[in-house]
């Protein structure tokens, strides 16, 4: 089967680009760490009220960044396909599937944050449920990316052949990561406190789970695409 090693790159490359627009976005709307879910309704209007400009510019910027995360979930596939073999390859189809899913809980608050700051004359309460139901979506939205991490982990320790895709370490490390996914769920019951969603499990332990997953990520299956093996079975450079 022939692989086109350049455009693999392209993908596996465009995590990178990912976590450095999401970050900037977020320093940008200075939500780092988020708003506290405890603000009252006048105080979560005046936010965006204030921070207008902002916060538009960091959702572009997120929404952006969240669209990087296919071509990366591609690169994954195609390496993933190497080890499930040509006939049937349902662990990298899930890959793809639950991928789609951590974009849209990316993208629907990212939509959701430009809809507060674009009519800043909403009433308050409208403008706090809207807010409510990013932040919801953006650290409670937490199955797609657990389910993702696992199936990659998963194929990373079943192999087929004798060939090694991924490192079996790198299995491991997935099955690992997912548990720091698990604060997520707990947003919808704390206002404030670690379990918030500006807490330490909520947020910054998963935010450091889920970048490092896609760092670790991007550097073995740029590995996994440069490897003797893959260039050796019919690829092809532009």
Request: hydrophobic share 55%; with cysteine.
């Given at each position: 089967?022939?692989?086109?090693?350049?455009?693999?790159?392209?993908?596996?490359?465009?995590?990178?680009?990912?976590?450095?627009?999401?970050?900037?976005?977020?320093?940008?709307?200075?939500?780092?760490?988020?708003?506290?879910?405890?603000?009252?309704?006048?105080?979560?209007?005046?936010?965006?009220?204030?921070?207008?400009?902002?916060?538009?510019?960091?959702?572009?910027?997120?929404?952006?960044?969240?669209?990087?995360?296919?071509?990366?979930?591609?690169?994954?596939?195609?390496?993933?396909?190497?080890?499930?073999?040509?006939?049937?390859?349902?662990?990298?189809?899930?890959?793809?599937?639950?991928?789609?899913?951590?974009?849209?809980?990316?993208?629907?608050?990212?939509?959701?944050?430009?809809?507060?700051?674009?009519?800043?004359?909403?009433?308050?309460?409208?403008?706090?449920?809207?807010?409510?139901?990013?932040?919801?979506?953006?650290?409670?939205?937490?199955?797609?990316?657990?389910?993702?991490?696992?199936?990659?982990?998963?194929?990373?320790?079943?192999?087929?052949?004798?060939?090694?895709?991924?490192?079996?370490?790198?299995?491991?490390?997935?099955?690992w990561t997912a548990t720091g996914f698990v604060g997520g769920e707990t947003v919808g019951f704390f206002h404030t406190g670690p379990f918030a969603w500006n807490g330490i499990f909520a947020f910054w332990m998963a935010a450091v789970f889920f970048f490092g997953w896609i760092l670790v990520t991007w550097w073995v299956v740029m590995h996994a695409i440069?490897?003797?093996?893959?260039?050796?079975?019919?690829?092809?450079?532009?």
């Open positions: 089967m022939q692989r086109n090693i350049t455009a693999q790159l392209i993908c596996v490359h465009a995590a990178l680009a990912m976590a450095v627009l999401m970050g900037v976005a977020l320093l940008l709307a200075g939500w780092v760490p988020p708003p506290s879910p405890a603000m009252s309704a006048l105080e979560t209007a005046q936010m965006y009220t204030g921070g207008g400009n902002k916060i538009r510019f960091a959702a572009l910027l997120m929404m952006l960044g969240a669209t990087l995360f296919w071509p990366f979930a591609v690169a994954i596939s195609i390496q993933m396909k190497r080890i499930e073999g040509p006939v049937s390859q349902p662990l990298a189809g899930v890959q793809m599937a639950c991928a789609t899913g951590t974009v849209m809980a990316i993208i629907i608050p990212s939509a959701l944050w430009l809809v507060c700051a674009f009519r800043p004359e909403r009433s308050a309460e409208v403008v706090q449920a809207l807010n409510d139901l990013s932040w919801m979506f953006f650290i409670g939205a937490v199955p797609p990316a657990l389910i993702q991490v696992l199936v990659v982990g998963l194929c990373a320790l079943y192999r087929q052949g004798a060939e090694e895709v991924f490192p079996r370490w790198y299995g491991f490390f997935c099955l440069r490897s003797p093996a893959a260039e050796t079975s019919g690829a092809v450079s532009l």
